[in-house]
């Protein structure tokens, strides 16, 4: 299967109209007026998607099984507390803490209410009709209930393009997240017909994933050498947005960051985030009168500007080896102010030519202690486009480096 | 029957995030997160106390395809789209005045010529000079971030500074 930019843009699109359905008719039933928040389309490996799911909460779930013009399924997936919100606006009295068969029939009724919104939304733009089947209720802690036996969708290695949309009820609790799971075949079907543009191998878009992976871990052993803190990569997401969803993601907290452009093929923009406290923490384990009160001053900024270019060193040479290219970076730029005005430019830049754009966005933790940084790699779209079809499958499982890597990945 | 999305009235400031732009009037407060090169357009007619606020991101809608879409996202089709839902609430158009902030430009990218933030400020300027509406205060530019609050009853745009040293502006 191929697929191109304006065939992703137009599935990002749907997923979006699906949402603003799916919330218009949650509040005609519940009259509690809603928002659509992020939408996202995920390129995620059933290991990912398993640790995004499994937060030790309980949660409720309504799926259905999509066939027509679109096979696959479409999955709702509630906080156990915003189910009993829901069950709560609908059935006055009802105050038992168990869910009870009424409050399933309730929360059922609910979320399927709200997988045909994102499904007439999906028939609407694709002009097609898509049956959906009986809904089916769900409930447990863990990802296997909910999408354990779905077919082709969650296994730890396969990468699944994912679709995922937010929406909360303003001023309460309720909120939940929408999963589309289309089956291979059927999205190869519709990507063939969308695509307008030579597009990418499917195939090596999982290869580019394990190579951003290599510059992932490049990243962490870099921080644990210079700092001495022990860190690991936590979250490694490709994610296919609107630009404007970027600075959104961002926390609105100030942080202190380490801003990139590089160039080659491909060419884009590399940002290192810390929040305040993780980047005193690195300060005061590089430099050793550590920092003088709540300021960066020019001691601890040019120890977090150093790692951030030695890190930026190490997460593009990986991505290099494997294009087997070169990839030169800007030397780095300090900055400290509150996130999303620390990611906009570089969201600007980019929306001069694009309108959506591939993030790969990583987390890199450090156990006990407190280091986190969030890594933005926002390549330009045609870039990213020609460096993918200049990659050679076979040479990803080729590099040396990924060997080494395997038997420490997401462990 | 409701329909989602933020209820003009709301208590709480009624955020309006990137490419985003919202009317309403009176003592509604609007605001704007972390404006780094972005641009926060804000008009108001004093008379009726009519206003809006917009989260622009780039310079120039007419040349985009998609800006009918979204016209909160680019400075001129942001300004048109404002000045035509404040008149269409009763704003009186030659009454209208204009703030702005943001702007910036944080980074030194040799990819980013003049500065984006730039871009956003000159095309403001224009499009509101081309209107007629005149432009009564600003805060662009520099190297930092930026929070909005603005409140069309009063025409108060408060601008806080995101790097922690300049402190709190009102416009």
Known sequence: MKLDVKALGTFYRIAREGAGLAAGRLTQMTGVETQVGITKLNFMRGAEIRQDFEDGREKVGVRVELSGGLDGHSVIVFDRESARSIVETLIADDESEELDEMARSATTEVGHIINSGFVDGWADVLETVIDVSTPEFVTGVTVDPFFGDLEGAVDDDDLALLFQSQIDAVGTEIGFRHYLFPEHDSMAGLLERLRTSEGIEYDKLDGFDRLAKQGAREVAKTATTLTGIETSVEIRRLNFVSLEVIPEEVSNERLVGVAFEFDGTPSGYLLFLFDEESATEIVNAMVPTGTSGDGFDEMGKSAITELGNIMASGFLDGWANVLDTTIDHSPPEFIHDIGPAVIDPVVIQLGENQDFAFVFDTLVVADGREFDCEIYAIPDEEDLERALNDLEVDRVAETPTTAEFDEIEDA | ?171
Request: aromatic residues 6%; charged residues 25%; glycine residues 16%.
């Open chain 2, 1 to 171: 029957m409701k329909t989602y999305g933020t209820e003009p009235g709301a208590p709480d400031p009624v955020q309006v995030g990137i490419a985003e732009l919202v009317v309403t009037e009176g003592q509604d407060t609007l605001r704007s997160y972390g404006l780094g090169s972005c641009l926060a357009v804000a008009l108001y007619d004093p008379g009726t106390e009519i206003g809006g606020l917009a989260h622009v991101m780039l310079p120039n809608g007419d040349e985009a395809d998609n800006s009918d879409e979204k016209p909160g996202k680019y400075a001129d089709t942001a300004i048109r789209a404002l000045l035509r839902r404040m008149v269409e609430r009763g704003a009186n158009y030659t009454d209208v005045e204009a703030k702005i902030a943001g702007g910036s430009d944080m980074f030194d990218f040799k990819s980013f010529g003049d500065g984006v933030g730039q871009r956003n400020v000159t095309a403001a300027r224009e499009e509101l000079e081309k209107l007629g509406v005149p432009l009564v205060a600003e805060d662009v530019g520099g190297e930092r971030g930026r929070t909005v609050e603005f409140t069309p009853g009063t025409g108060t745009l408060i601008v806080k500074s995101g790097n922690g040293e300049d402190g709190v502006k009102e416009l």
